[in-house]
């Protein structure tokens, strides 16, 4: 029964949850492929536009905890489906910014917009998978951030080549446009295709419906057993906030290196749909290397190591990319800083849902992800404001860098702190 309902939820939600975050991300980072023309044409400097491109976390970091109380309280398949709609529109309107200012705005607008989409997913995800299968079911989930990129890199690059001109818009903002739509699309799609919990799941047997529902229950009587929290405790304890920053760390690793790769590898004498195959090249290499290590993760069921040893060694291999001595060994040391980030993260967020259940995993989950998202504002800026005063991106790689390895070693700090230790329990059948 245990396989046979668990491969069935994952064909059933896995590849449709996985495409809504394909245009999550691809919507959120095609700022990075913008720029290369669109910097020029508004005249925004590399601090404006690392300010520009990071401060959509504000927005981001605001409303993410009462973003994912409400979707606890009204459902996940009605508040992602509105939070899908109305990012896409926020998206498309960056097509008619102008300036600075209005540059500001809509990335604080799509942060407002999308806030609580992706902790939400991952609080969905606890409804339906046990705690064991987590770490391959987020790993599987989260590829679609690489996948974007590898598939959205050529494609970002080609749509601003192709259309540059067209109808008077400039590639940049057809770019805008197009990329929007396929979110206003899923997020329709939500309404009529997700379901919000086992119990309701029409598409499972009854039989299959009651051991999900008995499984997923003792999971959360297991986790409560070893410690209960309520939202308020949840929102201030230790282990949460330790979470958050080490999350913060890693985020600022990710978003620094995904904001700003195009422009980087632009700076190779490349042309821009050349820049666009050359930035897949990372993400290509993340996507196999994080499915494997969070199946190793799940087979060993260790999470510490899995989350230091990727964050430690991505961050010492970003370090190593500014100072490269060719474009080729600046691309090797870039891909396996991408590797470390990538495979860090889903086994990171095995280690929230193994805490906090309710109400608590809800708002816990979502402080980890806004607190830890600010790092998506600090590794853009910070990489656009040192860009700016040193012609050069060296140091500012190596700051994201530190930014990771404190992560990494933070991780070993709070070590089985962050795992409950589960009583046994009889088998679910």
């Given at each position: 029964m245990n396989e046979i309902v668990t491969r069935k939820v994952m064909w059933r939600l896995l590849?449709?949850?996985?495409?809504?975050?394909?245009?999550?991300?691809?919507?959120?980072?095609?700022?990075?492929?913008?720029?290369?023309?669109?910097?020029?044409?508004?005249?925004?400097?590399?601090?404006?536009?690392g300010f520009g491109a990071g401060v959509f976390f504000l927005g981001y970091f605001l409303f993410e905890v009462p973003s994912n109380i409400i979707l606890e309280k009204v459902g996940?398949?009605?508040?992602?489906?509105?939070?899908?709609?109305t990012w896409?529109?926020?998206?498309?309107?960056?097509?008619?910014?102008?300036?600075?200012?209005s540059f500001y705005l809509v990335?604080?607008?799509?942060g407002v917009a999308e806030a609580g989409f992706f902790p939400g997913i991952i609080l969905y995800l606890t409804y339906w998978f046990p705690s064991e299968q987590r770490g391959k079911v987020i790993g599987a989930f989260m590829a679609a951030i690489p996948i974007s990129s590898v598939v959205?890199?050529?494609?970002?690059?080609?749509?601003?080549?192709?259309?540059?001109?067209?109808?008077?818009?400039?590639?940049?903002?057809?770019?805008?446009?197009?990329?929007?739509?396929?979110?206003?699309?899923?997020?329709?799609?939500?309404?009529?295709?997700?379901?919000?919990?086992?119990?309701?799941?029409?598409?499972?047997?009854?039989?299959?419906?009651?051991?999900?529902?008995?499984?997923?229950?003792?999971?959360?009587?297991?986790?409560?057993?070893?410690?209960?929290?309520?939202?308020?405790?949840?929102l201030l304890h230790p282990r949460v906030i330790g979470l958050a920053l080490v999350y913060f760390g890693?985020?600022?690793?990710?978003?620094?290196?995904?904001l700003w790769l195009p422009q980087i590898v632009k700076n190779f004498g490349l042309t821009t749909l050349q820049t666009g195959f050359v930035t897949a090249i990372p993400y290509l290499v993340s996507v196999v290397g994080m499915i494997l290590w969070t199946r190793h993760s799940d087979r060993t069921m260790e999470r510490t190591w899995h989350v230091a040893i990727p964050a430690i060694a991505g961050g010492i291999a970003l370090g190593a990319a500014g100072y490269a001595a060719s474009p080729t060994l600046a691309m090797i040391a870039l891909s396996l800083a991408a590797l470390g980030v990538f495979s860090a993260m889903p086994t990171f967020w095995t280690l929230p849902t193994a805490l906090l259940t309710g109400s608590a995993a809800a708002g816990g989950i979502a402080l980890i992800n806004s607190v830890g998202g600010l790092g998506g504002f600090v590794g853009p800026y910070v990489i656009g404001w040192i860009r700016e005063s040193t012609g050069q991106f060296s140091l500012a790689l190596l700051t994201i860098a530190g930014f990771m390895v404190a992560a990494g070693l933070l991780t070993l700090i709070l070590g089985r702190a962050v795992t409950p230790v589960r009583s046994p329990a009889a088998p679910v059948r």
């Open positions: 590849p449709f949850l996985m495409l809504c975050y394909f245009a999550a991300f691809l919507d959120r980072v095609n700022v990075g492929f913008a720029a290369l023309t669109m910097n020029r044409d508004l005249g925004l400097s590399a601090a404006v536009y996940a398949r009605r508040w992602i489906a509105r939070i899908m709609v896409s529109i926020v998206s498309a309107s960056t097509a008619f910014v102008v300036g600075e200012w990335r604080v607008l799509l959205g890199a050529p494609l970002s690059a080609w749509i601003m080549s192709a259309t540059d001109g067209a109808y008077g818009l400039a590639g940049w903002q057809w770019l805008y446009l197009i990329e929007a739509a396929p979110s206003f699309v899923l997020g329709v799609l939500v309404l009529l295709y997700l379901t919000d919990r086992p119990a309701v799941a029409s598409w499972l047997t009854p039989e299959e419906r009651a051991w999900l529902v008995a499984r997923i229950e003792r999971d959360r009587s297991e986790t409560v057993a070893v410690q209960k929290l309520s939202l308020g405790q949840a890693v985020s600022t690793g990710l978003y620094g290196i995904g």
